[in-house]
């Protein structure tokens, strides 16, 4: 990949409860303080980490930023992109305010850390995330009674929908941002009701990323979570059930023969948005 060849490499010594990589395989997304923006609202965007959408607050560091931004999209394209400014140990981690009505994307794009974790650990982290081909990697090399030495970055988004009045909802849609991986909705976030299901594309540098387990949490609703596979096109499709916040999320991983501090390379992608309650 391009995106994360000339950024600086952060070596951290993690304890498991700072950035869980922990055999829970716990969730990292952006929570804003609103998905419904009124009209010049000032919108917190908060960083959590933590398990079935449940998650503590992470604070702003500086040094882990390679990208912290807000776009506005409408029905045709992306207008532009505004850096979510902050202090370190900021809580929430930023603040923007939509400046016009439409369908904005909060996204964190985090440089890599490193994280050795022994080999139970590890391997139930993979069947978490479904990584079944690094299992199967693992397992013809004679590694799975191994530790392993991996290298992570958090790719998170959020979708928030800004309107100067209550029915102001022009049609918007959700589009790819750059980011190394990403999870893409492909319906209205705009429309102002609850699909009977919703569909989204998985991407990977840029391009569909087939056979990755994608998960769906409800925030509202007790059911168990989601979990299905991206097809040849990377498209996901879930049933939807109740309104209210939502996240999707999956783990990418590769193994990096390449590199002497690292064994694999994985990138977490987030997606959080809200349907209105109640449709």
Known sequence: MQFHQSHRLIILTLVLAAFPLS?????????????????????????????HFKGKPVERKSDRIERFAAL????????????IGGKDGDEPAGQFTPQKPGLYSGIYDSNHSQIELECKKFERYLKEKGLDAIIERRRQRNESDQAAREIYSRCAKSLIVATSNANDKKPARDRAVGMPLEIVAQFDPCAGKTPGVMTFQVLYDGKPLQNVQVTALSQTNKQPAQKTRSDKNGMVTFRVGDGGPWLVECTHMRPTPERDNADYESYWASLTFAFPRGN
Do not use: C, M
Not at 30 to 49: C, F, H, N, T
Not at 72 to 83: H, V
């Open 23 to 51: 055999a829970n395989a716990h969730e990292f997304w952006i929570e804003p303080s609103s998905y419904a923006a009124k009209d010049g609202e000032r919108i917190g965007i908060a960083l959590r980490v933590g398990e």
């Open 72 to 83: 506005r999209f409408n029905d045709k394209a992306a207008q532009g992109e505004t850096k």
